[in-house]
């Protein structure tokens, strides 16, 4: 089975810089990626890690240790508009298909 | 856009009564899922299709089942809701083979009364 943690909630001020862990326990991993879910609205990808090492995108950059089954979301800059839930999900290798199992995902707020 | 759509985004339906989610997309993915997400809680994948085959979780109850009459298209059924069946439904599409992204839709919304 798997297990995923990553905090509930987290604070951070606009313009800052802010780190979002999760920690992950699998039989078959197959890839971490990271989505963003603003209250009463659908996941949006954000990134994806199969490899050790960080992967950045813009504002946003994810790292991934498989050897620690750790990973981190770094989100930079910090907007209001980044105040949202972040799930890290873990896909369970299954073959030709993939399953994702996501985590309770961490809320932020952004404050002024 | 290519996208993913769900119809309605807000289902409210009486206690026992059956009701139908309806999802299409037009990214020509082969694998489309079905997820419930209740308040604060991650999403928990339901089933899933790949193409016409129907890949159930173990722990997903009977009384959801599912339907995809063709590649654009596919249906939630809850036969007998019940007032622990009320949250959000997302329905997601990947390609088999590709980098494995999902791409969800905006989901419905569903109360039981």
């Known amino acids: 089975g798997q297990n995923i943690d990553q905090p509930t909630e987290m604070t951070a001020t606009e313009g800052a810089i802010v780190q979002i862990n999760c920690t992950y326990q699998t039989s078959g991993f197959n890839g971490l990626f990271w989505y963003q879910q603003h209250a009463g609205e659908a996941p949006t990808f954000l990134s994806y890690n199969v490899l050790d090492g960080l992967e950045e995108k813009g504002r946003f950059s994810s790292f991934l240790s498989r050897s620690k089954g750790y990973s981190y979301l770094l989100l930079k800059e910090l907007q209001m508009k980044d105040s949202a839930s972040y799930l890290c999900a873990v896909r369970e290798y299954g073959g030709a298909t993939n399953k994702l199992i996501f985590g309770t995902g961490t809320l932020l707020a952004v404050q002024p | 856009d290519a996208m993913v759509i769900q119809n309605p985004r807000y289902q409210v339906t009486q206690f026992g009564k059956p009701v139908t989610l309806s999802c299409s997309q037009t990214l020509n993915h082969n694998v489309m899922y079905w997820y419930q997400q209740k308040s604060s809680q991650a999403p928990k994948l339901l089933f899933h299709y790949y193409d016409k085959d129907f890949n159930n979780e173990a722990d997903t109850p009977d009384n959801f089942q599912s339907r995809r009459p063709n590649t654009s298209f596919c249906f939630l059924d809850i036969r007998s809701p019940g007032l622990g069946d009320a949250a959000m439904y997302l329905c997601?599409?990947?390609?088999?083979?590709?980098?494995?992204?999902?791409?969800f839709g905006p989901g419905t919304r569903l109360t039981v009364t």
């Open positions: 997601a599409t990947s390609f088999a083979t590709s980098s494995y992204e999902q791409y």
